[in-house]
């Protein structure tokens, strides 16, 4: 047996013996790095991401008594490995703190998140586990939910069903309801924060960002713009200093408009131009993407989005009970997780693919091309609004869409008529013809 670099972080990472080496070789007649990690992998001994840090000469996969089997994905805060405890054999999700986010600030905002995630215990809402530190590394530990995201899932295999979104969107209204109950705000309600089982069943995730209503003192980040620009309340935008359990209902209700159309409400454009959109305009009618919309589940998107929070629908309750009726009582995610194309970062680095700063400067995105939903749901805002806003004055805004109203709309939906100017244009037409006639007749006149 050589000592490849495979063979060598193998045995040092504690996954695998000499002795195993020795004997998959013999199984195999084959001292070839590549099929040795394949025949492993088929084997169970180690996972398809564990085969990927030893290739790279990684040798440590454990934090603290969690060994981790695979990567999750990127979260405004870090990286979400899957991991198994040693001791209990309980798979559980592991969110990491990078360590070159590892400021003190951060370092504060994480140990907040543990604070307020490990007071929760709702079905509808991931529940933690653990919490540590392995070196200069900290960790959050969670339940591990089986199947994908809200947002992966529309990506994936389309828009859902009536039925099929109330179900989805109405569990996470009572995740919300509990959260909303003992006095918590969400902030960044959005499909990438709703988990959905392979069964259907959907839990609101990523607490990171939530804050007390009840008082934003121990909120580093009070004042400023947190969340998502596609997702954001107009009332978060102004002032984020009043957000309430309102806001997250309209995220909730631009969550529900993205599930069933496939599109977010104001696509393209920066996250400036999204947030002004989201305080004045109104977005295309549903049953223009979604032809089979009822008018009374469009009603209900729209009176979730309602610009004024005194308008909205009143509780994340309210919106459960209003999307009852469409509920089914379960549906299969026949949609599998695909593999990553891409090796996963190690433990501790960042991944750029999907990062977005919770402290830094607001993201610009890219206008979407032909087919995709907008492609800046991950785009975080922070330094945006009252007070902390550096960025481009509203002369230097690129020009907004136009948001055509569609007849199918309700008439209190559409923007009222532009009867003035409809009047004067006509006065100034009629004026102009009179003039020009008395002009010409004493041109004519002998």
């Known amino acids: 047996m050589d000592n490849s670099l495979f063979k060598q972080s193998a045995i040092k990472s504690g996954l695998i013996s ?13 001292d070839d790095d590549a099929i040795i990690a394949a025949t492993l992998v088929k084997s169970g001994l180690i996972t398809e991401y ?35 405890h040693n001791v209990m054999g309980r798979e559980c999700a592991v969110k990491v703190l ?18 307020l995630q490990a007071g929760l215990d709702c079905p509808y809402v991931v529940r933690a586990f653990d919490a540590g530190q392995d070196g200069n590394v900290h960790y959050l530990v969670t339940e591990y939910i089986p199947g994908t995201d809200l947002r992966k899932l529309v990506r994936r295999g389309g828009a859902l069903s009536m039925s099929h979104a109330a179900l989805v969107v ?45 008082g934003l003192d121990d909120d580093p980040r009070a004042g400023k713009i947190v969340g998502t620009a596609d997702y954001l309340s107009p009332e978060q935008i102004r002032n984020p200093r009043s957000i309430g359990p309102a806001s997250d209902i309209y995220s909730l209700g631009c969550t529900l408009y993205y599930t069933v159309t496939g ?25 223009k993407f979604a032809p089979d919309l009822s008018e009374d589940f469009v009603d209900t998107i729209a009176d979730m989005m309602e610009k004024d929070p005194a308008r909205r629908i009143a509780s994340a309750a309210e919106v459960a009970e209003r999307l009852e009726s469409w509920c089914t009582t379960s549906f299969e995610v026949d949609r599998p997780i695909e593999r990553q194309a891409w090796t996963a970062p190690p433990i501790g680095i960042e991944s750029e693919e999907g990062a977005a700063s919770v402290e830094g400067a607001s993201e610009t995105s890219r206008p979407p091309k ?18 902390a806003a550096s960025g481009p004055s509203d002369s230097q805004l690129p020009p907004l869409l ?11 939906r559409r923007r009222p008529f532009p009867i003035g100017f409809f009047v004067g244009l006509l006065l100034g037409i009629l004026i102009g013809g009179l003039t020009a006639l008395f002009s010409v007749r004493e041109y004519l006149a002998p």
């Open 18 to 30: 000499k002795t195993q080496i020795e004997k998959v070789i013999e199984k195999v007649e084959s």
């Open 50 to 84: 564990q085969a990927q840090q030893l290739h790279a000469g990684r040798t440590k996969l454990t934090l603290g008594p969690y060994l981790i089997t695979d990567w999750i994905g990127q979260g405004g805060m870090g990286q979400v490995f899957k991991a198994v």
């Open 98 to 115: 990078p360590l070159e986010k590892s400021t003190a600030l951060s370092r504060d905002s994480f140990a907040r998140e543990i604070r």
């Open 170 to 214: 109405s569990q996470a209204a009572r995740g919300l309801q509990y959260a909303h109950d003992i006095g918590l705000i969400h902030r960044d309600v959005k499909p990438g924060n709703i988990l959905v089982t392979p069964d259907g069943r959907a839990k609101v995730s990523d607490i990171g960002l939530a804050t007390w209503s009840m």
């Open 263 to 287: 599109k977010v409400p104001f696509p393209g454009g920066d996250s400036k131009s999204k947030c002004k959109r989201h305080c004045e305009q109104t977005p295309w009618h549903p049953r």
């Open 370 to 387: 032909a087919g995709e939903d907008g492609g800046d749901e991950n785009a975080q805002l922070s330094s945006l609004g009252s007070g």
């Open 402 to 412: 136009d948001q055509p109203v569609d007849p199918a709309m309700a008439r209190r």
